[in-house]
């Protein structure tokens, strides 16, 4: 008996969310990625990202913040949380992004150089 024929063949394709390229996959690698992340394999599928993808994302996301990201993406933040969860090692989320306002920092300046004090340090 041949082996091809004892494997099941799956033409289930992984689209990614931002910028559509397709790969090949298979229902067991979705479902084990989909319960890894307490979701189901249809909505982990409709939040995957390539690798690429996800780190522009990340990179964009840290520069220049959640809005300008959720316009370029034309996506909620809901899907955006998502596809961070979903994706990658770092399960950063939405919220991780956030810009803290600045702190305050007080400086103090050193006094100027009076000419009084300039001539004693040259003498």
Not at 55 to 71: C, F, H, N, R, S
Not at 73 to 88: A, C, H, P, Q, S
Request: proline share 4%; charged share 30%; glycine share 4%.
């Amino acid at each position: 008996m041949n082996n091809l024929s004892m494997k099941t063949k799956s033409n289930t394709l992984l689209k990614c969310r931002l910028t559509g390229e397709t790969r090949r996959s298979n229902e067991k690698y979705i479902s084990t990625k989909a319960e890894a992340n307490d979701t189901n394999p249809e909505d982990w599928a409709d939040h995957y990202v390539t690798k690429s993808a996800l780190l522009t994302a990340q990179a964009e996301l840290t520069d220049a913040g959640i809005k300008p990201v959720l316009a370029q993406y034309d996506v909620d933040g809901e899907t955006l949380d998502k596809i961070l969860r979903f994706n990658g090692k770092s399960k950063k989320t939405l919220s991780s992004y956030k810009k803290q306002s600045p702190q305050q920092v007080q400086v103090t300046l050193p006094k100027p150089v009076t000419e009084e004090a300039a001539t004693e340090e040259v003498a």
